[in-house]
């Protein structure tokens, strides 16, 4: 038999914000640590510049587990073709700069979908 703990109250957005923000900074990834992060209802949204698709899809991967996510919105967009990233750019619109991959919101749920 599974006991529910009535007093569990689930992770706040603000602590659900501080562990991604924790693992971001903790990433030897320098991009990632520029992200811009927002949290609503545990929904996580992210925005920035990455320098590839695999800095996105680790991140991706990697915020699933960080207790009282339920949802990620990917706004990032990846830049192949600059070594200086610009912090807080969320489209390729905001981006004047050439070459940059089309911008592509990814989202999913609780299970991932």
């Known amino acids: 038999m599974i006991q529910i703990n009535e007093d ?3 992770n706040s ?3 659900i914000e501080q562990n991604v923000r924790a693992f971001l900074e903790g ?3 320098p991009a990632l640590r520029r992200l ?3 949290v ?3 929904t996580v949204t992210l925005r920035g510049q990455v320098r590839t698709f695999y800095e996105r899809q ?3 991967q990697c915020l699933r587990r960080i207790a009282g996510v339920r949802q990620l919105i990917d706004r990032t967009v990846v830049n192949r073709d ?3 990233l610009v912090p ?3 489209s390729v619109a905001e981006n004047s700069a050439p070459g940059p991959a089309p911008y592509v919101e990814k989202a999913w749920g609780v299970c991932g979908s």
């Open 88 to 90: 807080g750019v969320t």
């Open 13 to 15: 957005d603000s602590e």
């Open 27 to 29: 990433c030897n990834m």
């Open 82 to 84: 600059r070594n200086d």
């Open 58 to 60: 680790l991140t991706q």
């Open 36 to 38: 811009a992060v927002s």
């Open 8 to 10: 569990f109250e689930p």
């Open 40 to 42: 609503s209802a545990g």
